[in-house]
């Protein structure tokens, strides 16, 4: 049935001795030489005729001339060494009351069924497949099968609005879309397959077929001759072996926003993909073959490809596909009865994730309820963790709580604090130092390199590290001049910030989000910072709002914790005179306001941008990834009290 595949390999150099820094400028200094050991812990079907090709600068590549398999090493290059029984996944749904457990080999039978489905139904190596679908064990049997099959996947989050939806069609041009009959946001059921019909009529691109996995919720009503049945299908299945594929061959495309609206379909290769994220299961989340590591994200994001499907699977762990809420799915205790459960090791999720459960259990009351002593670290990124949260997180929890900067692009950390090199004391405020391969500086505004504590524009010095992104899809033109022009010679992440006397990293805003009050360039995030230090406020936002006099002018939104009955003026009376005390009167900041609510995207992030646009009476489009509308109104109409006139949304 299967096919043990072989490989050439030599031993890989013991360098768990060595400490952050001789790593780091090893990494830097050596590139190819310390990736090429990485390597070595990886199946390759063919051996790197160059670990690090640059001949075609500033397009580098990763071990060029190499033939590898991403499935193989997630799933079967396990079984053949004996841990087929081991658990690879645990699916756990507060929403369905379902939990259910898939094996290395339960999960291998699957994906390799499915992925004969796609073969037989015209799925050929290199053609693209959009899925499209909720967070379930079967997105990610959707992925893995492509990956078998040397197919590029293009995951869109499930519920994603059809115009957006189209627009991935048109570019990607799927032979294949892969859906469920509906998704599930809390007691919210929301049917896809409406949302994919649109789709497929507003796009002029016309996939060949659409595979759909009924729910019991929802029955989607199938197009004869164009939908087929998943079930039906992979029960008539018989497995298919894994495909060998160039390790600079995409793996997939993940489209991220554009500022032009048009979104930008990141590539991932294969080869430098599972490289880099197998090495950073050991060397940043300081975990091992076999322990529980959960990803509390989605799999549309990036964390949700990169953390809950490809580097727990490569490395040998269980990961946790959760289809639920920080809160709500029933309460605040949500995340302690997972980890209690299913032994969780690592925890990595969003800010914002524990922003909700301080603002709803404020003093932990349901930790308290859970086992939590297989528990060992939470690693926090998606958005700029303020110091307040970091602190109430290590409080309650007594364990490290690691907050590390990372993007879409980049596919894994680009700072952290690296528990599995040399856990270095934690700086709250920042993601602690570069990891190893990512060469990252801070210039000014003529582009010179900021040798001290100076706020400036954070770069990372070419070639980046595998793992990264190569080039946008079909659009080499625009990932030059989206990543790499402004700064040749480095890549630009768009965030500011600094680098301290100890060599810490503080990303303070993304670079749009640095306000000129009366020549003064100000960071929203350190005044956000402050903000988030007062006892009543569970999560805030800074914008920089058009001012005649002084050009812009900072505007402070606070959510307040769940109980506070003081009175809004006394609660923002108190944050200008802290923003004063702490920053300065240079900050001008004389004005905040209590919102229910902030805008956020589905995978957490403030929508910083769209707010400044209604403050400054400008037009703005329905952000796509925005998590619920209705909250526009709602900000819209706390501005228009303070005297600002919003435009209507186009």
Not at 1 to 16: A, V
Not at 313 to 327: A, F, M, N
Request: glycine content about 8%.
């Amino acid at each position: 049935m299967y096919t043990r595949q072989n490989t050439t390999t030599i031993e890989e150099r013991d360098m768990s001795k060595l400490d952050y820094k001789s790593l780091y400028n090893q990494s830097i200094q050596d590139p190819a030489s310390f990736w090429g050991d990485a390597a070595k812990s990886i199946h390759w079907y063919t051996q790197p005729v160059k670990v690090l090709d640059d001949t075609c600068k500033p397009f580098y590549r990763w071990f060029s001339g190499a033939e590898i398999n991403t499935c193989y090493n997630a799933l079967d290059r396990h079984i053949d060494a004996g841990r087929g029984e081991q658990l690879a996944l645990i699916y756990d749904s507060p929403v369905t009351e379902t939990v259910k457990k898939y094996t290395y080999n339960e999960l291998r039978e699957q994906v390799a069924k499915f992925a004969r489905v796609l073969h037989s139904n015209g799925v050929a190596k290199g053609d693209r497949v959009i899925i499209y679908m909720p967070m379930i064990p079967e997105a990610v049997i959707a992925m893995l099968a492509c990956a078998r099959i040397g197919a590029i996947h293009s995951v869109v989050f499930g519920g994603f609005a059809s115009k957006e939806l189209a627009t991935r069609i048109n570019d990607a041009k799927p032979v294949m879309m892969i859906s469920a009959s509906c998704g599930l946001e809390g007691k919210k059921v929301i049917p896809y397959k409406p949302l994919l019909d649109e789709a497929i009529q507003l796009s002029d691109h016309k996939p060949d077929k659409c595979i759909i996995f009924q729910r019991p919720q929802v029955q989607a009503s199938m197009q004869a001759g164009r939908d087929l049945d998943w079930v039906s299908l992979t029960e008539k299945a018989q497995p298919i072996d894994c495909v060998p594929v160039a390790a600079t061959d995409p793996l997939y495309i993940l489209y991220t926003s554009g500022t032009t609206g048009i979104p930008k379909g990141v590539v991932r290769d294969n080869g430098g993909h599972a490289v880099a994220l197998n090495w950073s299961m050991k060397h940043i989340y300081n975990v091992q073959p076999g322990d529980v590591f959960w990803a509390a994200s989605d799999v549309g994001w990036v964390v949700g490809h990169s953390y809950i499907v490809y580097a727990p699977l490569i490395y040998g762990c269980t990961t946790v596909v959760y289809e639920g809420k920080p809160v709500g799915t029933p309460d605040p205790g949500a995340f302690w009865r997972v980890i209690a459960e299913h032994k969780v090791s690592v925890l990595f999720t969003a800010p914002t994730a524990f922003r909700a459960i301080k603002k709803e259990d404020p003093n932990a009351e349901y930790l308290k309820k859970y086992d939590m002593s297989n528990f060992r670290a939470l690693f926090l990124a998606g958005e700029r963790c303020d110091p307040d949260t970091l602190q109430w997180a290590q409080e309650i929890l007594q364990k490290p709580v690691v907050d590390h900067w990372w993007q879409t692009e980049t596919g894994w950390a680009i700072a952290a604090n690296c528990l599995g090199i040399e856990a270095m004391p934690i700086k709250p405020g920042s993601p602690t130092k570069p990891v190893p391969g990512h060469a990252v500086c801070v210039l000014d505004e003529n582009g010179q390199e900021i040798k001290g504590a100076g706020m400036g524009t954070i770069v990372i010095r070419l070639p980046m590290p595998p793992g990264c992104l190569p080039t946008l899809w079909n659009n080499d033109e625009r990932f030059k001049s989206s990543y790499l022009d402004a700064h040749p010679g480095y890549y630009l992440t768009g965030d500011a910030g600094y680098i301290d006397e100890d060599g810490y990293l503080y990303i303070m805003s993304r670079i749009d989000d640095i306000i000129n009050v009366a020549g003064h360039r100000l960071s929203t995030g350190a005044m956000e910072e402050v903000l988030a230090s007062h006892p009543d406020v569970a999560e805030c936002a800074v914008i920089g709002v058009a001012d005649q006099l002084k050009g812009e002018l900072p505007l402070g939104m606070v959510v307040l914790k769940s109980g506070v009955s003081r009175s809004d003026k006394e609660i923002v009376d108190e944050l200008v005179r802290m923003v004063r005390d702490k920053i300065g009167p240079v900050a001008s900041f004389k004005v905040a306001t209590v919102v229910k609510r902030l805008p956020k995207t589905r995978s957490g992030k403030i929508l910083r941008g769209t707010m400044k646009k209604i403050a400054d009476g400008q037009e703005y489009k329905m952000p796509a990834t925005i998590d619920d509308p209705m909250i526009l109104d709602e900000i819209t109409e706390s501005l228009e009290k303070l005297g600002y006139h919003a435009r209507v949304v186009v």
